[in-house]
C-alpha cells in the first residue's frame, strides 16, 4: 500500500525524535519515497545526516539554502506529498499548526500540503494533558488531520503515563490500514461517545449510572478495524482500548461531554451517541463536603442539554448521526420518535425487558431502526458482535 507514496516526515524536537530513523527505514523498506523536513531544534536530537542516509534524499530544515544560494520551496513540497506525517509531533509544533503560524520550514510546508497529514504526539505527560494541548489536538482534528495517538509507559522524564510518540512499526501498520483495501471505511472520520457522566453533588458525591461504556468502546474499536480514523469521548469508566490508533477523550460531566463533542462533530462524517448522558444535573453543587446534619436533603436538579438533539440539528448532508435508546415499555415508539425529534440515520434500541440487554453486561440485544422505518431485530451477542452489526449498517450507508 505505501510502494511509491511520496510520503513528506516532519520531524520536531523531541527527545523522540530518534524513532523518526527507524520510522524512514521502514517506510523506505515498504517502497515509499521519503522526503524528512526537521525543525532546527530536531536536528540537535538527530542527525540531518541520519536521516538523509536513510531516506536516500537530502533533508530539509531551512527555508534558504545558505550554500547554494537557492531556497526550499515550501509549496512544491506540500503538493509533492501524497501524505504528509509529522512524528514526533512537539507540543511547541501542534500549537503553531493549530493557529496557522508558519515561522518554519516544516509549518510553512504543513500549511502548503493538500494531502492527508497525520501527526503522532510526543512529550511529557503534563504536557500532554494540558488544556492548551488538548485545544490544539481538538483544533488539528477539526481540520481533519489524523492524529497517531501517544502511548502509555516510561517517559524520558522517568514519569510514567501518556505522551510517548506512537511506535514506528504502530505508525506503518496504521498507515497500511489507512490505504488498505476492504477498508470500506478508509479515509472517514468517526466520532464516537460511550460510558455514563457524573454530575457533581458535592466535592465527594455524584449522581450517576450504571453504563460500563463497554458497547461504545467495541464500535469506536470496530469503526477504526474499518479503516476510520477514530475519536472516542468517553465518561468515566474502568475499560480500556486496545487500538493504539484511536483517539480518547476523558470527560467526567454532561456539560463536559457537551463541550468535547462540539469541538469535533463538525469535521465527524459518522457520529455514534452510544453514551448514557444525565438527562439532570445538580443545580448547584456544594463546593464543601455536606454533613449529614439534617434528617433530608433536598437536591435542586436542572436539565443538561441533549447533546444528541443539538447536533442533530447542525447535521449537514453526508454526516451520519446514530443514537441510542434504552427503554421499559413502548420501545419502539419511543425509539422511532427519538429517532425523528433528534434527526439521525438510525437508532440502536435496547430494551430493559430483554435479559442480557442493556448496561453492564458482555452482552447485548438490540433493534435498528432507519430512517424509512426498517426495523432489524438481532438476537442476543456479545458486545463485540453487536459492533459489528451496528457498524455493517453504518457501512451500507456511507
Ligand atoms: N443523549 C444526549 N444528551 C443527553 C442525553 C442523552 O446526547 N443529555 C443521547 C444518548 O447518547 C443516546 C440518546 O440521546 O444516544 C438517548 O436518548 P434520550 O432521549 O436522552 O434517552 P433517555 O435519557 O432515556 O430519555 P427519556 O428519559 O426521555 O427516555
Avoid at 449537514?316 to 419502539?332: C, H, P
Wanted: proline share 4%; charged share 20%.
Amino acid at each position: 500500500m505505501l510502494k511509491n507514496k511520496n510520503i513528506l516526515l516532519g520531524v520536531c524536537g523531541s527527545i523522540a525524535a530518534y524513532k523518526s530513523a527507524s520510522l524512514t527505514r521502514l517506510l523506505v523498506k515498504a517502497g515509499a519515497n521519503v522526503k524528512v523536513v526537521m525543525t532546527k531544534d530536531a536536528a540537535s536530537f538527530i542527525t540531518p545526516l541520519t536521516l538523509a542516509t536513510l531516506s536516500k534524499n537530502p533533508v530539509q530544515i531551512e527555508y534558504f539554502k545558505p550554500d547554494t544560494g537557492e531556497w526550499n520551496n515550501h509549496v512544491e513540497s506540500g503538493l509533492w506529498a501524497d501524505l504528509m506525517i509529522i512524528a514526533p509531533a512537539s507540543a511547541n509544533t501542534l500549537a503553531k499548526l493549530a493557529a496557522g503560524i508558519c515561522d518554519n520550514l516544516l509549518t510553512a510546508i504543513y500549511l502548503s500540503a493538500r494531502c492527508p497529514v497525520f501527526y503522532a504526539p510526543a512529550m511529557d505527560l503534563d504536557m500532554w494533558k494540558h488544556p492548551a494541548t488538548q485545544s490544539n489536538v481538538s483544533k488539528l482534528n477539526e481540520y481533519g488531520n489524523i492524529i497517531l495517538s501517544p502511548a502509555f509507559g516510561e517517559l524520558a522524564s522517568g514519569l510514567i503515563g501518556e505522551g510517548r510518540m506512537a511506535e514506528p512499526e504502530t505508525i506503518v501498520d496504521f498507515l497500511k490500514t489507512w490505504l488498505g483495501e476492504g477498508q470500506p471505511l478508509r479515509g472517514k472520520k468517526a466520532l464516537v461517545t460511550a460510558g455514563p457522566t457524573y454530575e457533581s453533588i458535592d466535592p465527594v458525591r455524584f449522581i450517576g449510572n450504571h453504563s460500563s461504556g463497554k458497547m461504545g468502546f467495541a464500535i469506536a474499536e470496530e469503526l477504526a478495524r474499518l479503516g476510520a480514523a477514530v475519536t472516542l469521548i468517553t465518561g468515566p469508566v474502568s475499560v480500556k482500548l486496545s487500538d493504539n490508533s484511536i483517539q480518547r477523550i476523558d470527560v467526567t460531566s454532561a456539560d463536559d461531554m457537551l463541550t468535547a463533542v462540539q469541538q469535533n462533530f463538525s469535521g465527524s462524517d459518522i457520529t455514534v451517541m452510544s453514551a448514557a448522558i444525565a438527562d439532570y444535573k445538580v443545580e448547584n453543587p456544594a463546593g464543601i463536603k455536606i454533613k449529614k446534619a439534617s434528617p433530608e436533603l433536598n437536591l435542586q436538579l436542572t436539565k443538561t442539554t441533549d447533546i444528541l438533539a443539538t447536533i442533530g440539528k447542525e447535521k449537514k448532508n453526508g454526516q451520519l448521526l446514530i443514537g441510542f435508546a434504552l427503554e421499559t415499555n413502548n420501545e419502539e415508539e419511543y425509539a422511532v420518535q427519538k429517532l425523528r425529534s433528534k434527526n439521525l440515520d438510525f437508532i440502536v434500541l435496547n430494551s430493559m425487558n430483554d435479559k442480557g440487554a442493556g448496561f453492564k453486561g458482555d452482552t447485548n440485544k438490540i433493534t435498528i431502526i432507519d430512517r424509512q422505518l426498517n426495523k432489524e431485530h438481532f438476537e442476543l451477542k456479545s458486545k463485540t458482535e453487536v459492533a459489528a452489526d451496528i457498524c455493517r449498517k453504518i457501512v451500507d450507508l456511507v
